[in-house]
């Protein structure tokens, strides 16, 4: 191969790339334009002037004012519940302080009649976010203690995993519906909660997903203003009375649709929470969160529940006693 066939080729590109660089350079001039200018989207599409962070002060302390003699407060552990001891320690301290007595229900307890058992010598009962479905005979031990005068607390975050799905089976409508297809008991408590998370672009505390509520009617918003929830779900109530909601332009994931929803609601002896890290220690003093705590409590123990129900299951299918063979002649 000769020199010139190879020198060729080097010298076209050495051409292009010339004139590709002082193309660039000289368009602007022949043009007259500007640099471009670099448009920040984000900030144009919000407007920052219209956003509030409040901080919100950390004061307070959690107090019960219920004058009640001391009752048991049976907390479900028996259904792959989602809630940490840090979180349950805010609220399980209060009772304790108070003269009440925290019972937790292992999966061991919560088979067959011992469920019922457990049910009968408590006055109230929490359930958070549980993994695992009912059976139907632990769903109609709820609902008969519930119609006996037990107190129900339900705790519910986002739909993020199996136990937000769970609990919204639990609480028996059909917004979800658990992995495993289990029976619910929502329906018969009056509650619900609903799928997605809220969240606020106009006002919060640290970021879009720390919601501000505010007091609405009943007892759990009593002497409460203004809470904090870090990771909340709307909830629904069909005859019972909201407790706290969203603050003005608060939007639901699933929809986007901007609204004052309802986050704390209580229908009769039922109440239902969207969010459980307002019990976190971190976030349990922060605005009116401690008043919220305390009323929580409150109405754990403020209940009227007759002795000794539910009564003991019916036998499961496969439990009953054999037949006695008949007596030959």
Known sequence: MQARELTGPAVAFVVIVAVVVGGAAVVPLVTGGDTPEVTNLAERQTDLDAVRVDPAEESGEITMDADAESKTILVDRAHGNELSDEKLSTLTAALVENG??????????????????????????????????????????????????????LLSDPASGSGASAVTSLLGLSVQQPASGGPGLSSSLGVAARSGYLFNMHEYQHNFESVYATGGSGSLSQGVDRVVFHDARAVTTADGQVALSAIERTRLSTTRRADTYAVAAQSGDVAIVGDTDFLAPTNAYVA????????????????????NAPSPPSPERGESAPTRPAPTA
């Open 100 to 153: 009440h007595e925290v019972r937790f229900v292992t999966q061991e307890q919560a088979r067959g009649q011992a469920w019922n058992q457990s049910l009968r010598t408590a006055d109230a009962l929490l359930v958070a976010n549980p993994g695992r479905p009912y059976t139907s005979e632990q769903l109609a031990g709820v609902r008969a203690f519930n119609e006996a005068g037990g107190r129900v607390v």
């Open 288 to 307: 009116d969160n401690e008043a919220f705590v305390g009323n929580l409590a409150d109405f754990l123990v403020s209940g009227q529940k007759t002795s």
